[in-house]
């Protein structure tokens, strides 16, 4: 038995000494990419569109609430009621674009960048085989230390054509 586990410690360890890592900073290498200006367009034209769809909404909810006022005193009590519950509805409506609205904004943003997350994904994949990496993580604000000789994020930016200064290599 104590022959096994040292067997199995020992192919443990080949194991781990085979394997490289590697880590690279995809937002960055995003921020980077020239297409990230159209696609910030795409979706600032979309969130103007968003807002457009609701100022007519709410332009038609003051809109209704004024003409009821108007006409208060002179409507039945049914015609009270079927303005009130128009109004209501109109409200709901309107809260619900809101809470949607963030949504749509969220989606659009993914579907955007679905291109460019899988163009970065392929010359990671480049880098990575080239480089004889095993595994590739990726960085964040809890990364406390990463030895610059394991970063990827300058090879990938070189291989997708993208130049960088001296001064932002070292970021």
Do not use: C, H, R, W
């Not at 200006?37 to 968003?50: A, I």
């Not at 009270?80 to 809260?95: G, H, R, V």
């Amino acid at each position: 038995m104590k022959f096994l586990k040292i067997v199995i410690f020992l192919i443990g360890l080949s194991t781990f000494a085979q394997s490289k890592v590697g880590a690279v900073d995809v937002e960055y290498i995003l921020s980077k990419m020239p297409e990230l200006t159209s696609v910030q367009n795409e979706l600032t034209t979309y969130g103007k569109q968003l807002d457009i769809d609701l100022n007519k909404k709410v332009d038609a909810y003051k809109k209704l609430v004024e003409e009821y006022k108007k006409g208060e005193p002179t409507f039945t009590e049914e015609q009270k009621k079927e303005k009130q519950t128009a109004i209501i509805n109109l409200d709901k409506d309107i809260q619900k674009f809101q809470e949607n609205g963030a949504k749509l904004m969220d989606i659009k943003q993914t579907e955007a960048l679905k291109p460019l997350y899988k163009k970065i994904g392929e010359a990671l994949d480049k880098v990575a085989k080239a480089q004889n990496y095993t595994q590739v993580m990726q960085t964040t604000q809890d990364l406390v230390y990463l030895d610059p000789a394991y970063d990827l994020t300058v090879p990938i930016l070189q291989e997708l054509g993208i130049t960088i200064t001296a001064e932002e290599e070292g970021k």
